[in-house]
């Protein structure tokens, strides 16, 4: 008997190990969370593609979306499950392909179910997708959950349909629950990274506009049948609150914005803690309404996962002046410190700095000193007199601008013009406070890094941080006295006039457009009148709202850019726009300018973008290489990089992959020495992470190849490469 019962005892052992071996193989093979898993550390276990020959890629399957335009992008790390790749469209449709062909299986159409919300707000917008969370189910049917516009949807995997049970009608408003005591109703409020899914939490931050008058984000977790609230995380503090003591006006919590995490989150499932990091209060460029340290914007956020309640915190900008939001979550580590394991959070940079963190307690991992940083010279502005600067961990940028450093791959006549502009502006270190008379920001708006975010090796410890190295101008405005359209003025000369002062300094004298800003010409081709106001009230992409425009001012620029002919020769009529207190500011932000030569390129000398490999474990940095080309640069000898957008993947084949280059080439790495190992053309750029995954022992990396950025084409395609069947 007792020998039977150790037999049953052994048995279960036994089918208990081979179904944890089973899940693990089944994890190993997909690619089942943004970012290749919830600590968000974009690796894969697999190693069928390796160093030896990766040479060999081929395309595998091409899948059109069916729906790309000019100006559109797909952002998208597309999720890969049980033989199933789910994507997102430049339309935002969700998609169901097979992930061994790319054959479409289903395909989910937002605009069907939610052309205006149960408030009546219009909900369908371009907010940007970078990817979907996924609820594991039984029998193969999971909950998918993605956001367009202001709507956070929860689609059924197996029939691609909304799950009526969730919200209302497959669908949760975003605005709801988020300040009970603020009308939200028209402020933008969208999830441009996707949730974490927690036990049967889904756990959300969000993506804001960035004006005076914005929303704030909280983070919050909804129930993933219902869709029920289950907690918030107020990230702007309620008196009582942490943090609230960093808020000079003990009412700003009334009225301020933003401190969102609009870069995703990661998870330790095991310690049951969420990680977030956040970005800047509103408005960016000018903190005179916001005094003090603003938490928790520009922060590191430790979470209890069940409850949301606070467990930690660590600050990267105080008072932030240059939109130096966290572009991207936390990474979670292990790493060797002086012989000793250590759990980690990791966390890159716009500035290209490194800050690495104990997990469970936030006590920095190496050293971070306080540096004294210049004052604001702006009436009113309360620059924080230090910014925290890690140690150890190498910046992985430039964090100064000299003369020294001009763009001189360029003719004479173009440096001297790029000389006389630079001497023009304030320039040097970081933190220089924007100004009226223009301030030279590097790193720049963009990073750095972005939302792409790193890659990181648990086997070797190493960290893969592709990065932009571009100069931007910030130039203030004084609204004292800046002018108004004269009431005499047509709808055409007022419209001019509008475009002039807050429009021209991104897209240019002639319409042209510019870097990532795009061309205006033939708007009226796109946009109607009414799509058009639209946009310019809720903001799209890097566009920001133009809350303080009145109705007369939207009809007039719309007049011009449109070229309404009918409302052109109408008179203007000026109306002042009521505006709490709180929100009239004695300066305003000039507009998103890149600071760029004649011909377009970076007005700094080379390298504009980067792929560095640092070792977490030491501080050293193990190898860096200039990422992407000109190609009439590079006709020329000069390898000198390019803006990315989109991270990599590191692989245990000893491969980083990585795309995101302005020249729409998908490239592969030696993870150990930096060597190009594979290079092939992208049908558009592929502005977004790869995935890595396997379908019957067969190993696939696959790329949204949606362009659309840095003046490139669009595309509607996802592209996947695998080796030759032997």
């Known amino acids: 008997m007792m020998k039977l019962k150790q037999f049953s005892l052994y048995f279960i052992s036994c089918l208990t190990l081979f179904y944890l071996s089973c899940q693990n193989e089944d994890h190993k093979n997909e690619w089942s969370v943004y970012g290749g898993s919830k600590e968000r550390i974009q690796y894969s276990a697999l190693d069928a593609i390796d160093t030896s020959n990766v040479r060999d890629l081929q395309l595998a399957w091409i899948y059109h979306t069916k729906d790309g335009q000019s100006g559109s992008q797909i952002q998208a790390n597309p999720l890969i499950v049980d033989g199933i790749l789910y994507g997102v469209s430049p339309q935002l449709k969700l998609f169901a392909a097979d992930a061994l062909s790319g054959k479409e299986i289903w395909v989910f159409n937002p605009v069907d179910s939610m052309m205006v919300d149960i408030q009546g707000r219009q909900s369908y917008?371009?907010?940007?997708?970078?990817?979907?969370?996924?609820?594991?189910?039984?029998?193969?049917?999971?909950?998918?959950?993605?956001?367009?516009?202001?709507?956070?949807?929860?689609?059924?995997?197996?029939?691609?349909?909304?799950?009526?049970?969730?919200?209302?009608?497959?669908?949760?408003?975003?605005?709801?629950?988020?300040?009970?005591d603020r009308d939200l109703t028209n402020l933008r409020?969208?999830?441009?990274?996707?949730?974490?899914?927690?036990?049967?939490?889904?756990?959300?931050?969000?993506?804001?506009?960035?004006?005076?008058?914005?929303?704030?984000?909280?983070?919050?977790?909804?129930?993933?049948?219902?869709?029920?609230?289950?907690?918030?995380?107020?990230?702007?503090?309620?008196?009582?609150?942490?943090?609230?003591?960093?808020?000079e006006d003990p009412e700003a919590y009334k009225y301020v914005g933003g401190a969102n995490a609009w870069g995703g989150l990661s998870l330790d499932e095991k310690r049951a803690m969420v990680f977030a990091s956040t970005g800047s209060a509103v408005p960016d460029f000018y903190g005179g309404k916001r005094k003090g340290d603003n938490l928790f914007s520009n922060s590191i956020l430790a979470l209890d996962a069940e409850t949301g309640k606070?467990?930690?915190?660590?600050?990267?900008?105080?008072h932030d002046l240059w939109d130096y939001d966290f572009p991207t979550s936390p990474v979670l580590v292990s790493i060797k410190k002086e012989g000793k394991n250590v759990d980690a959070v990791v966390q890159v940079s716009k500035q290209g700095f490194?800050?690495?963190?104990?997990?469970?307690?936030?006590?920095?991992?190496?050293?971070?000193?306080?540096?004294?940083?210049?004052?604001?010279?702006?009436?009113?502005?309360?620059?924080?007199?230090?910014?925290?600067?890690?140690?150890?961990?190498?910046?992985?940028?430039?964090?100064?601008?000299?003369?020294?450093d001009l763009n001189n791959i360029v003719p004479d006549s173009s440096y001297q013009d790029l000389k006389?502009?630079?001497?023009?502006?304030?320039?040097?270190?970081?933190?220089?406070?924007?100004?009226?008379?223009?301030?030279?920001?590097?790193?720049?708006?963009?990073?750095?890094?972005?939302?792409?975010?790193?890659?990181?090796?648990?086997?070797?410890?190493?960290?893969?941080?592709?990065?932009?190295?571009?100069?931007?101008?910030?130039?203030?405005?004084?609204?004292?006295?800046?002018?108004?359209?004269?009431?005499?003025?047509?709808?055409?000369?007022?419209?001019?006039?509008?475009?002039?002062?807050?429009?021209?300094?991104?897209?240019?004298?002639?319409?042209?457009?510019?870097?990532?800003?795009?061309?205006?010409?033939?708007?009226?081709?796109?946009?109607?009148?009414?799509?058009?106001?639209?946009?310019?009230?809720?903001?799209?992409?890097?566009?920001?709202?133009?809350?303080?425009?009145?109705?007369?001012?939207?009809?007039?620029?719309?007049?011009?850019?449109?070229?309404?002919?009918?409302?052109?020769?109408?008179?203007?009529?000026?109306?002042?726009?009521?505006?709490?207190?709180?929100?009239?500011?004695?300066?305003?932000?000039?507009?998103?300018?890149?600071?760029?030569?004649?011909?377009?390129?970076?007005?700094?000398?080379?390298?504009?973008?980067?792929?560095?490999?640092?070792?977490?474990?030491?501080?050293?940095?193990?190898?860096?290489?200039?990422?992407?080309?000109?190609?009439?640069?590079?006709?020329?000898?000069?390898?000198?990089g390019t803006e990315n957008w989109g991270g990599s993947v590191v692989t245990a084949g000893g491969l980083v992959f990585i795309a995101a280059t302005r020249d729409e080439k998908f490239r592969a790495f030696n993870k150990a020495t930096g060597k190009l190992l594979f290079e092939t053309n992208l049908p558009a750029g592929g502005y977004a992470t790869p995935s890595v995954y396997s379908v019957n022992g067969k190993q696939f990396v696959v790329i949204a190849c949606g362009g659309g950025r840095m003046r490139t084409k669009s595309s509607d395609t996802y592209v996947a490469y695998s080796l030759p069947d032997k």
């Open 125 to 180: 917008g371009m907010n940007a997708c970078r990817g979907i969370a996924l609820y594991k189910g039984k029998n193969k049917e999971h909950l998918l959950f993605y956001t367009v516009g202001s709507s956070l949807f929860c689609i059924n995997s197996a029939t691609g349909k909304p799950v009526l049970s969730f919200g209302n009608k497959g669908r949760v408003p975003l605005h709801d629950g988020l300040d009970l």
């Open 189 to 247: 409020v969208t999830a441009t990274s996707p949730g974490v899914i927690y036990k049967d939490l889904i756990i959300m931050g969000t993506s804001l506009s960035e004006e005076e008058e914005s929303a704030p984000g909280h983070i919050r977790a909804y129930d993933v049948f219902t869709g029920k609230l289950k907690w918030m995380f107020r990230t702007i503090p309620e008196p009582g609150e942490v943090g609230y003591d960093s808020w």
């Open 310 to 318: 606070y467990i930690w915190h660590f600050q990267g900008v105080h």
């Open 354 to 404: 490194i800050y690495m963190l104990e997990r469970e307690t936030g006590k920095p991992v190496y050293p971070i000193i306080e540096k004294p940083v210049p004052a604001s010279d702006l009436a009113g502005e309360q620059t924080s007199p230090t910014q925290p600067f890690p140690t150890v961990l190498p910046p992985f940028v430039r964090q100064e601008f000299k003369e020294s």
């Open 420 to 640: 006389k502009r630079f001497l023009s502006y304030k320039s040097g270190k970081m933190f220089i406070p924007p100004s009226l008379q223009g301030t030279l920001v590097l790193p720049g708006l963009t990073g750095g890094a972005e939302w792409g975010g790193p890659s990181f090796d648990p086997s070797t410890g190493l960290l893969y941080i592709n990065a932009t190295e571009m100069p931007w101008v910030v130039t203030m405005i004084d609204t004292l006295v800046e002018k108004m359209p004269e009431s005499t003025q047509t709808n055409l000369q007022a419209g001019k006039s509008i475009y002039d002062k807050n429009c021209k300094g991104c897209h240019g004298a002639d319409l042209q457009g510019s870097g990532n800003f795009p061309s205006l010409l033939n708007l009226h081709k796109k946009y109607n009148e009414t799509k058009f106001k639209v946009i310019i009230t809720s903001g799209q992409r890097m566009m920001p709202a133009f809350k303080h425009f009145s109705e007369e001012d939207k009809t007039a620029l719309a007049s011009y850019l449109l070229n309404i002919e009918s409302e052109q020769k109408k008179i203007f009529t000026q109306v002042a726009k009521v505006t709490h207190p709180f929100y009239r500011s004695p300066y305003r932000f000039g507009g998103y300018k890149q600071f760029l030569t004649k011909e377009g390129y970076p007005g700094i000398t080379p390298p504009w973008g980067t792929l560095s490999a640092i070792d977490l474990s030491t501080g050293r940095l193990v190898w860096k290489n200039t990422l992407g080309d000109y190609p009439e640069l590079k006709a020329r000898g000069i390898h000198a």
